[in-house]
């Protein structure tokens, strides 16, 4: 991260081709949950959309901007708050001050 602060992080699972050829193969009727069928192919690394039988290209920004409630799409946010600089701060402060320090050994009997 370039900076401290808190992140929000959104990742899209979108299934596989394989997982479409799965569910046409077995039950094409499960489709009928799902508004649009959208899927990434590995092979040739592109997003489509299955609808109503018939597969479409689709560009990467409608997979960003869809509903994802009645797709196969699913959404996932989390959020993170990253204090990886502030740390390195406070590590450097830290050596500074520890080198700074007199270090010079006092002596035992020094304390009676």
Known sequence: MAKDGLYKVRHFIVPTQDWLNYVLDRDVTALDAYSIVYYFNTVDEKFYKYLNGNIEEVPLEEILE???????????????????????????????????????????????
């Open 66 to 112: 869809a509903n994802t409630n009645d797709t196969t799409l699913i959404d996932s946010v989390n959020y993170g708050f990253e204090l990886c600089h502030l740390k390195d701060c406070f590590f450097k402060i830290c050596k500074n001050l520890l080198e700074n320090l007199p270090c010079e050994c006092i002596n035992a009997k020094d304390f009676k």
